[in-house]
């Protein structure tokens, strides 16, 4: 499976700020997911990014709040806009699997805590 | 639409002891992919198994084997001879092959505690 690192591992931001995000994979994939994650509750895609193409939100996300960068195969980044502290969360970036495409891979998870 | 459902918030019980996570799911398609994760403590999700909907055998894995049943729509993770290191949030997901993207979508989860 691919590796995938995520950076910063965490941070603490003060509201009205904006954190970028970086996903960092092994090898080169058509798509890249971006999850959030809320304290307590489960996992909610976010969005999809498609290298070369603007990327694909799911209901209630915008891309003012949620802009993503996919410059390249390997590489994404999403940027969490103006926080607040519903933004409170573990972002997590994901990869579907070369060989099985149907199983998406994830990333450690970034933890945000906006005061 | 498709939904996941996790009805067990959470489970607490003694190590040595067998449990079982359930999962029951909605979909309206015939080609679907079925999926458990683990999530430690230390928040990275842990890819456990994929399981097609044509494919209807259980799977075991050490201690660990899934019950993959069509007829109830449920893909239900048993763990034997639970560990302290099983402990963990354990969630269900679903995947519809032909939305293309194909779209994970969670249930809410099962924490899991095992205790020494």
């Known amino acids: 499976s691919a590796v995938i690192s995520q950076k910063p591992s965490r941070d603490i931001c003060q509201r009205g700020t904006s954190l970028t995000i970086q996903c960092q994979v092994d090898?080169?994939?058509?798509?890249m997911f971006w999850y959030r994650q809320q304290p307590g509750q489960s996992l909610t895609l976010i969005a999809t990014?498609?290298?070369?193409?603007?990327?694909?939100?799911e209901s209630g996300f915008v891309i003012d709040k949620f802009p993503i960068s996919r410059p390249n195969l390997t590489f994404s980044t999403l940027t969490v806009s103006n926080m607040s502290p519903e933004d409170s969360s573990i972002y997590l970036c994901?990869?579907?699997?070369?060989?099985?495409?149907?199983?998406?891979?994830f990333g450690p998870g970034t933890r945000l805590l906006v005061l | 639409a498709q939904k996941v459902t996790q009805a067990q918030t959470e489970i607490s019980v003694v190590e040595k002891e067998d449990v079982t996570l359930d999962c029951v799911y909605e979909?309206?398609?015939?080609?679907?992919?079925l999926f458990w994760y683990k999530q430690p403590p230390s928040g990275e999700l842990v890819f456990l198994i994929r399981?097609?909907?044509?494919?209807?055998q259980n799977e075991i894995s050490g201690r660990y084997s899934w019950n993959f049943q069509k007829s109830t729509s449920s893909f239900n993770f048993t763990i034997t001879a639970s560990q302290v290191v099983d402990s963990a949030v354990y969630f269900c997901?679903?995947?519809?092959?032909?939305?293309?993207?194909?779209?994970?979508?969670f249930g809410q989860g099962t924490r899991l505690t095992i205790n020494p």
């Open positions: 994901s990869v579907r699997d070369s060989y099985n495409q149907e199983t998406q891979y």
């Open positions: 979909t309206r398609d015939t080609t679907y992919y």
């Open positions: 997901a679903l995947s519809e092959s032909n939305t293309g993207a194909q779209k994970l979508v």
């Open positions: 090898s080169q994939v058509t798509m």
């Open positions: 399981r097609n909907s044509f494919d209807e």
């Open positions: 990014a498609n290298q070369g193409s603007e990327a694909t939100y």
